[in-house]
């Protein structure tokens, strides 16, 4: 079982073992919605009750990045799988507390040890690239 510390409250939230993670990286912006999204609603379909798309990775999230993930987040509750975000970087907490979805996705501040996947943005994007 692997256990990810709650940004806000107190001591560790466990994680099933059964747990779905996703891992985002690269850019989350209008160039790469489509395929991200494509790649989530894959991911849903293989889950397990629990998905986890964990944000460490991801260097850049405009308003159509908010909107995959918010458009994933109705799909998951249709298919009864709750959708739980993780560690996401500084900037990327701001604007989720700005836009006020930090209240509609459960968070998580730190990365989980394992992984079922990996979803990228563009090619050649990444932590270096700047906006």
């Known amino acids: 079982m692997t256990t990810l510390h709650p ?3 107190a001591g560790p939230w466990p994680i ?6 996703v891992h985002l990286r690269g850019e989350l912006d209008l160039g790469t919605r489509e395929a991200v999204r494509e790649r989530l609603l894959r991911a849903l379909q293989h889950s397990t009750s629990l998905l986890i798309l964990e944000l460490s990775g991801v260097s850049f999230c405009d308003a159509a990045g908010l ?10 509750r249709t298919l009864n799988i709750a959708l739980c975000l993780a560690a996401p970087r500084p900037h990327l907490a701001k604007v989720l ?6 209240h509609s996705f459960p968070m998580y501040g730190t ?15 990444g932590p270096a690239a700047a906006r």
């Open 7 to 9: 940004r806000l409250g």
């Open 16 to 21: 099933p073992a059964s747990a779905t993670i």
């Open 67 to 76: 909107g995959v993930l918010i458009g994933v987040q109705h799909q998951a």
């Open 97 to 102: 507390r700005l836009t006020g979805l930090d």
């Open 111 to 125: 990365t989980p040890a394992t992984s079922t996947g990996s979803v990228g943005g563009r090619a050649g994007s």
